[in-house]
């Protein structure tokens, strides 16, 4: 994960993270939580559309490991959810490149960011996001 010197604080951000690879969603979780956010983790779409049930996130961040994987069935479910229900939460996809970034974004995703991931970037981008 490349690092930055200036990180904007999400301080207050309820976040859901979602991703089904342990060691990249442990480096993302410790980076936003360094940035002072709340983080639910989740390894999959179905038990993070579980936690969408019951807690209300200001934010996805959707580590996407294959075109195959199930984020796109994940931000699709949570877009056909009623505004009250979080069916408007901002998503960010983090992938390995950017190759996949137009489908991505038609599918529901706002942001694409790539791995290595850089911590200021990622904090601005959350912030951006959740602040429009």
Same mark, same amino acid.
């Given at each position: =994960? ?10 207050? =951000? ?9 060691? !990249?969603?442990?480096?993302? %979780? ?5 940035? !002072? ?5 989740? *390894? ?7 936690? =969408? ?31 009250? !229900? ?6 960010? *996809?983090?992938?390995?490149?950017? %190759? ?5 974004? *038609? ?12 911590? *200021? ?9 959740? !602040?429009?």
């Amino acid at each position: =994960m490349a690092e930055s010197t200036s990180v904007t604080s999400l301080r207050g =951000m309820h976040l859901l993270l979602v991703g089904g690879n342990i060691p !990249h969603a442990r480096i993302l %979780k410790r980076a936003l939580e360094t940035s !002072h956010a709340l983080v639910v983790a989740c *390894a999959s779409a179905a038990e993070a559309l579980r936690v =969408m049930e019951h807690v209300r996130v200001d934010i996805l961040v959707v580590d996407v490991q294959d075109p195959d994987d199930d984020s796109r069935q994940l931000i699709g479910d949570v877009r056909a959810l009623s505004r009250e !229900h979080g069916g408007d939460t901002p998503a960010v *996809a983090v992938t390995r490149s950017l %190759k996949d970034r137009e489908a991505l974004l *038609a599918a529901g995703f706002q942001a694409n960011l790539t791995r290595p991931v850089d911590v *200021a970037n990622l904090c601005q981008t959350v912030a951006a996001l959740v !602040h429009r």
